[in-house]
């Protein structure tokens, strides 16, 4: 036989082994090229949330807090908060933030959650993450809008609106006003179409509150009782949509 067909499948097993390792090499080189803008944008949107739920904090005014690891061997992550005062060292705690997550209709929803000194009372909420149904669960992060038509003639001199209506009826109020009431929760306006939607955003923000308190042991055990009596699942949120 001749040699030279001999020796083709082992040039080929070669070449094919240097493209593949020219492609490793590219890939870890443009990955090692975008991870610090990746982590710089990922720490920015974390910064926005912090100071939407907390708009009287201080820019740098987010201390991360971490506890020692729990039963599930990891660690508790939250936020003190702390206020505008231009002397770091008179600043005061006005509050805390931190994270829980539900299921929703079609995604998990992740919400960030500020909180006052009590540890009851919600400063606001923003939701970080979601893949809900466009046009309706989606609708959880839609701002309205303050423009109108005759505006073009007479501008408006108010700032424009910012905040999804949907997630500003969470300011000011306690949580253990979050009591479930049929198919929603009282004072809480769903958004129209999306009652599972709904409920999730309000789950998380119990979520949130619930965890923190729980590893932080601050505030009365039962802050959230009231409000989690029934016990609402995921999956029967779904079974009784």
């Known amino acids: 036989m001749n040699e030279t067909l001999k020796e083709k499948p082992v040039t080929l097993v070669a070449v094919l082994g240097l493209v593949c390792l ?14 610090s803008g990746i982590n710089a944008r ?6 926005d949330a ?3 739920v907390h708009p009287n904090a201080s820019p740098n005014g987010f201390k991360l807090v971490e506890t020692e690891p729990g039963e ?3 660690p508790y992550t939250y936020y003190e908060v702390y206020d505008k005062s231009l002397d770091d060292e008179m600043k005061t705690l006005i509050g805390y933030a931190c994270e829980g997550r539900a299921h929703g209709y079609s995604s998990t929803i992740v919400v960030t959650v500020g909180l006052k000194n009590d540890g009851k009372t919600i400063t606001g909420i923003s939701i970080t993450a979601q893949q809900e149904t466009p046009g309706l669960g989606a609708n959880c992060e839609k701002v309205e809008s303050t423009e109108y038509i005759w505006h073009i003639v007479a501008p408006s001199d108010g700032e424009p609106e ?3 209506w949907f997630q500003k009826q969470f ?15 009282k004072g809480i306006n769903a958004i129209s179409g999306a009652t599972i939607t ?9 979520d949130a509150v619930s965890t923190f308190h729980e590893a932080t042991g601050m505030g009365d055990v039962d802050a959230t009782t009231s409000a989690t009596a029934t016990e609402w699942t995921d999956e029967a949120e779904h079974e009784n949509e």
Not at 198 to 206: C, D, G, K, P, S
């Open 22 to 35: 020219l492609a490793g090499a590219a890939l870890g080189l443009v990955y090692l090229g975008t991870e």
């Open 42 to 47: 990922e720490a920015e949107a974390k910064r």
């Open 50 to 52: 912090l100071l939407r």
């Open 72 to 74: 599930s061997g990891e």
């Open 162 to 164: 910012t905040e999804p």
């Open 171 to 185: 300011r000011e109020r306690t949580v253990d006003s979050l009591v479930r009431e049929g198919k929603t929760y």
């Open 198 to 206: 709904t409920n999730a955003v309000v789950r998380a923000v119990l």
